[in-house]
């Protein structure tokens, strides 16, 4: 399991009572939710929760937005999806939601229906995509399904993540988050430090790291190593260039580490990430 996806929004008081229990983050899913009750001295549904959000995402690729997702579909563990149909549950997700959401959350749902008979799979959502395609191809979608797309939602938007009274302030530091990410995506190949970032941006190091990782849930480098590695996937797609030189190109100048990095992100080697995309050079 990716710990740095398995997140699990607890509390600081709940961590410390896991920790004087000694236990584990990542070993919440394998406690009763009535152990968890007595542990934390929480209600039962929070206890469902954490043990929901802990079991999701011990599903390879899964992270905690989908989790989420899952429970606020009413479902608290993995066995409770043995048999849905995951475009189902995606058109009740939308009606819930209000709007169309992002395809790869349907690839997700299919992954985590499959992984529900499959425990020892090792496949992730990406490899559902195709199937997903397919399906909608042929099926379409309801005649009822949101017209609104899910970024267009007020909660989404970037600016009502920012922790501002002011909407002019909120603006501003979104403009300036903006120039941010502009400067990281021009610099994939060269890298960036946090003090260029925040230079980017007009705001001191310590301001800027806190304001990025309220709105994009990542720090600065983790979401600069984010993109690096999306253009690796797209290089990867759409060349026949050697792994070695597409790390290079990428920014990423030891080979191994590189590996090791992206092995740890898409539980898989870039070869085979390639070997499963290969249809796409043919």
């Known amino acids: 399991?990716?710990?740095?996806?398995?997140?699990?929004?607890?509390?600081?008081?709940?961590?410390?009572?896991?920790?004087?229990?000694?236990?584990?983050?990542?070993?919440?899913?394998?406690?009763?939710?009535?152990?968890?009750?007595?542990?934390?001295?929480?209600?039962?549904?929070?206890?469902?929760?954490?043990?929901?959000?802990s079991e999701f995402q011990t599903i390879p690729s899964i992270g905690i937005r989908f989790a989420f997702d899952l429970i606020s579909l009413g479902f608290y563990s993995i066995q409770e999806l043995k048999g849905k149909d995951p475009a189902k549950l995606v058109d009740r997700l939308e009606r819930q939601v209000g709007a169309w959401i992002d395809p790869c959350v349907e690839d997700q749902m299919r992954l985590c229906v499959h992984y529900a008979s499959h425990f020892d799979s090792r496949v992730n959502w990406w490899d559902f995509t195709k199937e997903r395609k397919a399906f909608r191809q042929q099926s379409g979608y309801p005649a009822n399904r949101p017209k609104t797309a899910w970024y267009q939602l007020e909660k989404y938007k970037p600016t009502n993540r920012i922790k501002a009274q002011n909407e002019i302030t909120k603006k501003d530091l979104n403009n300036k988050l903006k120039l941010a990410l502009k400067f990281m995506r021009a610099n994939l190949k060269s890298g960036v430090t946090l003090a260029q970032l925040a230079d980017s941006a007009n705001l001191s190091p310590f301001h800027f790291h806190r304001l990025f990782r309220s709105v994009y849930e990542l720090t600065p480098l983790q979401y600069f190593t984010r993109l690096r590695l999306k253009e690796v996937c797209r290089l990867l797609t759409k060349t026949k260039r050697p792994i070695s030189l597409v790390a290079t190109d990428c920014g990423f100048e030891d080979e191994s580490s590189f590996i090791r990095l992206f092995k740890k992100e898409f539980k898989q080697t870039p070869l085979a990430y390639r070997k499963i995309k290969s249809g796409v050079l043919r």
């Open 1 to 53: 399991m990716n710990d740095s996806m398995n997140r699990l929004d607890i509390l600081i008081s709940e961590k410390r009572k896991l920790r004087a229990n000694k236990v584990k983050l990542r070993e919440i899913h394998h406690h009763s939710v009535e152990n968890l009750r007595a542990i934390l001295g929480i209600s039962k549904i929070r206890a469902m929760e954490l043990k929901a959000l």
